[in-house]
């Protein structure tokens, strides 16, 4: 049994991903007395299986690209090869040393990690089923147990050579073709890393358009330039059935454009999102409050039981690592006495495509929706003098306000390094900036930030540069 004096504060922690090692850590700095319990790896999905390894892929899919383009910039490269072997021998060490680095955190906040499966038996006790079964106890309780990819109702789904995101990055040979399921974040990115590598893809995407939670025109223009790169693309259709061909291919086939049609791989990759995973940790015999899977809290991410808090992926909402670590924090300061609220109006969306998308507040049509009156201006990397000079001109960046005061609405940016980008635009929305005060930042120059700048300039129809 875990636990020290009983005046001081213990806080156990369910899951070790980016939600549940910050609120272990947040805990501890404020001086509790903290378990954390992981039936897997620290560092959860972000590190293991997420995050870390897609982008040290995307990495290596970026280089491989722009030496391909070395021409443009006056060099000759002759000769050059993909070594897919080394390059997932890259992404496991950068997760290995990530991990290592999870650990030496945990030992330097004095933090316990117990390795197994918890059950909550009440809101003071845990049960861990690991190598052998204990009980760790504690006044408060953080349920930081993430998400597991979701998967969809369609025969042919369970069978071989069918694959999740999890099993793409454990691949230890590239595929000559590869048919994604689902247009979103995750298949995007999967689909240009392995278009990139020389692998022929196709996506499939249910919905009008990539990217459905995103701006229209920044999905549009994404589209444009990953067809651009030899990227298949079907929007508006739907997987009904997927097959085993005679030379051992997969078969799917879909509806679209009132017709069917049958796109073929050596792989199909299923990539319609995450769920909640919340499975045997006892929380419907705890009277814990569940909608369609993911755990209800309030805005102080408490649950309806005293004592037990949720975070991240089991609450459901954007899925999003620094989202977790945010609401980690927030838990962590409650169930430690202090009163702390969630605010979610200025969490940051980003996706490691080329060019990059990333933004912040509301849509254009969410703006619509919630205002009488807005103004939206756009600005084009192509006459950014920053984007020239590194050869990516590639897409604009959008800003949104509110008509009568100015408000900023919503930063969207798709382009080069959209995702440094965007850390201007969420200072900005939290702290209720208005465009004005944007536009009459001085930006450094030649800089590709010059173009968030100027879009704000051209909300008043001021914008210098074009």
Wanted: net charge neutral; glycine share 10%.
């Amino acid at each position: 049994m875990f636990g020290n004096n009983e005046n001081q504060n213990r806080v156990v922690v369910i899951g070790g991903g980016p939600g549940g090692y910050v609120a272990a850590i947040e805990a501890a700095q404020q001086g509790a007395d903290v378990t954390l319990i992981e039936k897997d790896k620290l560092g959860g999905t972000c590190v293991n299986r997420g995050c870390i390894p897609t982008k040290a892929l995307v990495q290596t899919a970026q280089l491989f690209n722009d030496i391909g383009r070395a021409k443009e910039f006056g060099i000759t490269v002759e000769g050059f090869s993909l070594n897919f072997d080394e390059a997932s021998k890259r992404k496991r060490k950068i997760v290995d040393q990530l991990r290592d680095g999870v650990q030496y955190l945990m030992r330097k906040n004095k933090i316990k990690v117990v390795e197994g499966a918890a059950t909550i038996i009440n809101g003071g006790r845990v049960k861990v089923s690991g190598k052998e079964e204990t009980e760790v106890s504690g006044n408060n309780i953080i349920i930081a147990t993430g998400s597991v990819p979701s998967s969809l109702p369609v025969e042919g789904i369970d069978g071989s050579n069918v694959i999740n995101s999890d099993d793409a990055l454990e691949m230890d040979s590239l595929p000559k073709s590869l048919v994604i399921i689902g247009g979103g974040v995750i298949g995007l990115e999967f689909a240009q890393i392995f278009r990139r590598l020389n692998v022929a893809v196709s996506v499939v995407e249910m919905m009008p358009q990539i990217l459905p939670a995103e701006d229209s025109d920044i999905a549009k223009q994404l589209e444009k330039s990953l067809k651009r790169e030899g990227v298949d693309i079907y929007t508006s259709a739907a997987v009904t059935r997927i097959r085993s061909a005679p030379d051992g291919t997969k078969e799917v086939i879909v509806a679209w454009n009132n017709a069917t049609m049958t796109l073929r791989g050596d792989k199909a990759l299923v990539s319609v999102g995450r769920r909640p995973f919340t499975d045997q940790l006892g929380l419907e015999c705890l009277g814990v409050a569940f909608d369609k899977g993911r755990i209800l809290v309030n805005e102080y991410m408490e649950t309806n039981v005293k004592n037990i808090y949720a975070i991240g992926d089991a609450v459901g909402g954007i899925m999003l690592a620094h989202k977790a670590m945010a609401e980690g924090k927030c838990a962590a300061r409650n169930a430690s006495g202090m009163k702390t609220r969630m605010d979610y109006k200025a969490v940051p969306r980003c996706i490691w495509t080329s060019p990059e998308v990333a933004a912040v507040g509301l849509t254009e049509g969410e703006a619509r929706k919630r205002y009488e009156t807005i103004k939206t201006a756009t600005f084009p990397f192509s006459a950014n003098g920053k984007a020239k000079i590194i050869g990516e001109t590639q897409g604009f960046v959008k800003v949104i306000s509110e008509s009568s005061h100015g408000e900023l609405l919503g930063v969207h940016i798709v382009g080069p390094h959209a995702t440094e980008m965007i850390a201007e635009s969420v200072l900005g929305l939290t702290l209720e900036a208005t465009q004005a005060e944007l536009s009459e930042t001085i930006h450094a120059h030649p800089t590709l930030s010059e173009a968030v700048m100027e879009a704000s300039l051209g909300l008043d129809g001021r914008s210098l540069h074009i």
